[in-house]
């Protein structure tokens, strides 16, 4: 989850913002975490080991 679309329970305020301490405390949290920090949820992990398993199913059949 990008920290764009998240509302501070403390002032209600976007956290993008950082109107409050809490607001810049959790952005600062979420950047440091990086792209795959919290981006990776277990659909994205599913469809990437089927990707994965298709390819090594075509290299398989293509060297078969």
């Known amino acids: ?8 329970a403390n002032c209600a305020a976007p956290v993008n913002e950082g109107r409050c301490p809490v607001c810049r405390a959790n952005r ?3 950047q440091s975490e990086g792209p795959l920090g919290g981006g990776l949820t277990p659909m994205t992990l599913i469809a990437l080991l089927a990707v994965l398993i ?9 060297t078969a």
């Open 54 to 62: 298709a390819a090594v199913a075509l290299l398989a059949h293509q």
């Open 1 to 8: 989850m990008t920290y764009d679309r998240l509302v501070c």
């Open 28 to 30: 600062a949290r979420l």
